[in-house]
């Protein structure tokens, strides 16, 4: 029997895909479960298309309605009850790639994610990062140009009415309108605090007191269901506790899931790519793990992000305690103080900003992290072509070489006479060297060029990830000029104006601050990480020295 | 009027381009100077083409009859006065790439040398030498995979009468076969005496007792005929005598064709090659004094090429002498101890050598040289393609990979923050680092790829002198056998077979001295190009080293 529901609400679709809804249309449902809360069904004219949950109510045999909209917690009604609510932001099509697909998982399904199977299909709408960085071993590396796309560039901020009507728009998803308007709400415990300081540079975040790391070590496949379902399974210790816990690739996922649904101007570390096949293959596993210790390496550096319940729950669960694990990932799934509320537990200097300079610094941001992405993936192209070389070419030049004083070795050896023999083993020494130096070059990029691109992997995470953040922060200081001239035009109380001013002025200080962070984890990683990759070349080209010594003094004997 | 000659014995034609000639038949000749021994004319039967000059006289107006045989020297009529004498062994077609053309050139013709035209077409027959090695310099690396014509290989030997009838045999055109028969006299003076003694590893030449060496120097561009002609000079300043002397590549031609007449199985270096085009650009000209460097060497490491006349007149006589230039030179074209009177200067040890070891010996020489000819034109193969993939690929590669770290630092230049500046200039020095490195890979060659190269040059001509070198032995080899034949046969004198075992001895001295003489230099030779080539490999790694270490000091600034 076809389901079937009662709109709330007028809802006039305007994009492809969707359906008009008037107020206590009746319509039939495909099914009951929403994708992200939208609907698909049929209207009384017959026509089938999408609309969102939070806009109709179904009709049961009790005849008790229920509300679909299980994006409550980010679309708190506060300030305006009278209005509609604002349709889901996440739009089923097209899949947004910046924002990663955030369906909350029950614990039944949690056997059925992605990573328990042998071959799959890519999740719809998922599976959007690190697009430009193949992940299939030093062997095949494969040339990037193309940026990540960005679909949040793309999206234009309406600034002519309070409410902007682009749903897809990240300021509207992110929830920094509703906040910026006004219509956030929750309790904010004190433990929630979150601290933006004045530092040397300008806001900042209050640095952890409690500084911690964690390691990842010892992957190790494990099969359940006697066997039937295989998985990788890594040894997480967090120096604050000293305890172990295991995770898996699918617990890094959900985790991220849940930091990209609470933090709106936060740049949260993307994951390391999901893959169809090889996933149980050695350098795989390898490449993953570093992926892995790159994104906790930046999750335990965020004063903000380190800190946050559901990250704490991930590093200290014990993972045989079932239980606590549910509990724990029930509580965060539930977390009110997500989206728009997320910007009510942020603590401001009393000193508000000048928004004219933090317009101009943002644009000066904007510009750097565009110039960024292009060298970043210029240098992760180049980087990927000069390791192809290494594996290929450079070998086999230095290898010929090596394979040709050994040849002409042979013809010596035909001559048997004593003053000769010496020469002989020093040529066929030779060619040996060269052809362990040709070996040499192959081995290299594992040791420096891999590791400089997994950070510029992670790297261009981030960037993906700026002009969400950038819009947000652009989106309500839009809405503070939009307020100013509703005061001119006698539409607006200057109180109200004020509360837009304030929050603008919260939400710039997390932009700001989360840009100086991103600054300094930027120096630090680069710095860290051309150190390394010049020591190993050092020790690389010492290496061939030391070969080519030794052959050199096999000519004096 | 027509030049006419009446044959003075009958000859058959056995080639094509060849006409037969009847004894007292007149035919009209074309032109009376020969090539190489052959005349170009028509007989009565109207067949036009090639007849030996030494087997017609010339019908002058006054009827005096004259001998265009200007090979008399190296054909005397020796011991077999009623026997016709031998057709000329030097063919003018096809030229044998081995026998460089020696052409005596008349002192009138000197500044007409081919060495003077600013552009030439090759001369005939010319030009067979280093075909593998183009001197384009190194911006321009042939891959040679291909070995140096042999067309002495190809000379099958007719051992079945005493006389062989394949005329273009070397070991009938070096003299072999003649002073093997008993029919090579002159006068050897006891300054020409050259002494094969028993050294440590069998027969050895004689060392020189007043061993030197020569340097080449300032090739300087010199122009005559009021700039007319231009030509290059170098200086060359033997040890022994400390007088500077200025010598012409085309000098170095003219000896050289002299050392290939005169001395039958002795291995006369190749001079560097001829080239048409671009004869005074750096890299050639620094190419060629290297090839001419290497040439001089392997003279004045020879103890009996060091020692002979012509080489001492050409590395003694004052530059600004020219009449005793001319006298030498005429005296040197008129020497009549080569070919085959050059076995007469040859004294051995007493004892003789076990011919079948000899045979042994020689036939291990043979397979050693091919082999060693393989590798040589592989291993220069390969280097050719190493030098040109170091100054086109690797380059790039390192350049590229500089010139991306260079716009990551311009990138990170937006960031004007103080503690961003650091960095910034150290990637962007590791850029520059790196673009360094990859000029560094395109300079190399010249400094160790290059100079193996040129060994492997002056090589593949000594491999290319051999197979006539043991082609002159076998058939001496063959002598013996046959005549053991026909004293069983009764056909020959006991006497006459000692006296063919007596030469063919003296004939298997000089081959045995000549290969250990080629084994020892060669020793030497690969010993000491192989330490240079390692010693500057070495010292180009340090170098890159040594800037990758300035780049890493770069970030603790």
Request: charged share 25%; aromatic share 12%; with cysteine.
């Amino acid at each position: 029997m076809a389901l079937r529901a009662r709109g709330l609400y007028d809802f006039n679709s305007e994009n492809p895909g969707e359906i008009s809804l008037k107020e206590h249309e009746i319509v039939s449902l495909c099914s009951e479960k929403d994708i992200d809360g939208w609907l698909e069904g049929t209207n009384s004219r017959g026509e089938r298309g999408l609309f969102p949950a939070s806009y109709i109510e179904i009709l049961r045999n009790d005849n008790v309605s229920s509300s679909f909209n299980n994006n409550s917690s980010r679309y708190p009604s506060g300030g305006s009850e009278t209005s509609n609510p604002p349709p889901p932001s996440f739009a089923p099509y097209p899949a947004l790639p910046q924002t990663h697909p955030g369906t909350p998982a029950s614990d039944d399904d949690w056997d059925d994610e992605w990573d328990d199977h042998s071959s799959v299909t890519d999740e719809p709408g998922g599976g959007g990062h690190y697009t430009n960085y193949e992940g299939n071993g030093p062997s095949t590396y494969s040339i990037s140009t193309a940026s990540m796309p960005r679909g949040a560039q793309h999206a234009k901020s309406s600034a002519t009415v309070s409410r902007n009507l682009n749903r897809f728009s990240t300021f509207v998803k992110s929830g920094g309108e509703a906040f910026v308007l006004g219509e956030a709400s929750g309790f904010v415990k004190d433990g929630d605090k979150i601290f933006v300081v004045m530092g040397q540079y300008g806001p900042e975040w209050q640095e952890n007191p409690y500084p911690f790391s964690c390691t990842i070590d010892d992957p190790t496949k494990q099969t359940k269901f006697k066997g039937m379902k295989s998985y990788i399974s890594y040894k997480l210790t967090p120096t604050h506790t000293q305890n172990q816990a295991n995770r898996r690739y699918k617990h890094f996922d959900w985790l991220y899931a849940r930091l990209v649904e609470k933090f709106p101007v936060i740049s949260v570390p993307h994951i390391p790519e999901k893959q169809a096949t090889g996933r149980f293959e050695e350098d795989f596993i390898s490449k993953r793990r570093r992926g892995l210790i790159w994104w906790m390496n930046h999750m335990t550096s965020h004063p903000v992000l380190a800190r946050c319940d559901v990250f704490q729950h991930f590093l200290t669960c014990p993972s045989t305690d079932e239980k606590l694990w549910k509990q724990g990932k029930r509580k965060a799934e539930k977390d009110e103080m997500v989206g728009a509320n997320f910007f009510l537990t942020i603590s401001t200097p009393a000193a508000p900003l000048d928004l004219q300079d933090v317009e101009s610094k943002i644009d000066g941001f904007k510009t750097f992290s565009r110039k960024m992405d292009d060298s970043v993936v210029q240098v992760n192209a180049t980087l990927s072509e000069f390791a192809r070389k290494q594996i290929a070419g450079f070998k086999k030049e230095y290898q010929r070489v090596g394979q040709s004083f050994k040849y002409l070795s042979q013809a010596f050896d035909l001559d048997q006479q004593s003053f000769s023999a010496g020469l002989n083993h020093a040529i066929a020494y030779t060619g040996e060297a060269y052809e362990t130096i040709g070996d040499y070059f192959a081995e290299q990029p594992k040791q420096d060029v891999d590791l400089v691109m997994d950070l510029l992997a992670l790297y261009q995470g981030h960037l993906a990830n700026y002009p969400d953040i950038i819009h947000v922060q652009k989106g309500a200081l839009t809405k503070v000029k939009d307020s100013k001239k509703h005061i001119e035009e006698g539409k607006m109380e200057s109180q109200q104006a004020d509360g837009v001013r304030e929050r603008c002025n919260i939400i710039s200080f997390a932009t700001m601050a989360e840009i100086q962070h991103f600054h300094q984890i930027r120096v630090r990683d680069f710095k860290g990480q051309m150190q390394h990759f010049l020591q190993q070349q050092i020790s690389f080209f010492q290496k061939i020295t030391g070969k080519l010594e030794e052959a050199l003094q096999k000519y004096d004997t």
